[in-house]
């Protein structure tokens, strides 16, 4: 099972980004997506998740409304479209999946991540 996530990069306040990240080995329509991401010093957080069945969405209330997270089962793909980035949201970013579930929001629920990309927001 591999998951690589891309999209990170350099961005002002008030712009936007789109991460992405692309599964292989995995029976991708089987699994709940999550994007979670890392501050320097702090623990990972949950981000947003969308659920294998129905894609039901759940966000945290940090990024509700400025942040879309969606999928597409044909490509094997999730994406986490950000829009008003605030320099509060610069961090690593990791996608995540497991096997079925729905709305799952920590960290040990997770099986499988990917390596990260790098989102720095200035202000």
């Known amino acids: 099972v591999q998951l690589q996530a891309s999209g990170g990069g350099f961005v002002q306040a008030g712009g936007s980004l789109r991460l992405s990240c692309a599964a292989s080995?995995?029976?991708?329509?089987?699994?709940?997506m999550g994007w979670f991401r890392q501050a320097p010093g702090k623990e990972r957080e949950f981000v947003a998740t969308?659920?294998?069945?129905?894609?039901?969405?759940y966000y945290a209330d940090s990024v509700k409304g400025r942040f879309t997270i969606s999928r597409d089962n044909a490509k094997n793909t999730v994406h986490l479209q950000m829009t008003s980035l605030k320099p509060e949201d610069t961090a690593v970013y990791y996608c995540?999946?497991?096997?079925?579930?729905?709305?799952?929001?920590?960290?040990?629920?997770?099986?499988?991540w990917g390596q990260g990309t790098k989102v720095t927001v200035s202000s």
């Open positions: 995540a999946g497991l096997m079925y579930g729905s709305g799952n929001r920590l960290v040990d629920d997770y099986n499988y």
């Open positions: 080995g995995v029976t991708f329509s089987v699994y709940t």
């Open positions: 969308i659920s294998w069945i129905g894609g039901t969405t």
